[in-house]
Nanobody, 124 residues
């Protein structure tokens, strides 16, 4: 499966952005989906994940209550709604697909396919 991330851009602190991940060459419903990010001078980190049927989600503590991951298997897409953005959310955001077990979803090594990344910049 090939993934294409979009929707990044510039936002002010407290603002919102919605990222979208579109899949081609495969059926997204066979994958758990994740979003990761890499901030300036930082290693890539887990942000959020969603199960194949969308029934279960997981978030890193710093985005809980602000970000929402969702998916539409009929459209082969997975989105990340980001509200109340903070300057520390500035990063390149990547969507990724995995068939690994739920307990490993925070570990990027288990993801098979990655989108190209989309830049999110939050100004204070």
């Amino acid at each position: 499966v090939q993934l294409q991330a979009s929707g990044g851009g510039l936002a002010q602190a407290g603002g919102s952005l919605r990222l979208s991940c579109a899949a081609s060459g495969g059926t997204l419903s066979t994958y758990n989906m994740g979003w990761f990010r890499q901030g300036p001078g930082k290693e890539r980190e887990f942000v959020a994940a969603i199960s194949r049927n969308g029934g279960t989600t997981k978030y890193t503590d710093s985005v809980k209550g602000r970000f929402t991951i969702s998916r539409n298997n009929a459209k082969n897409t997975a989105d990340l709604q980001m509200n109340n953005l903070k300057p520390e959310d500035t990063a390149v955001y990547y969507c990724a697909a995995t068939t690994t077990i739920w307990g490993r979803l925070t570990e990027e090594a288990y993801y098979k396919a990655w989108g190209q990344g989309t830049q999110v910049t939050v100004s204070s």
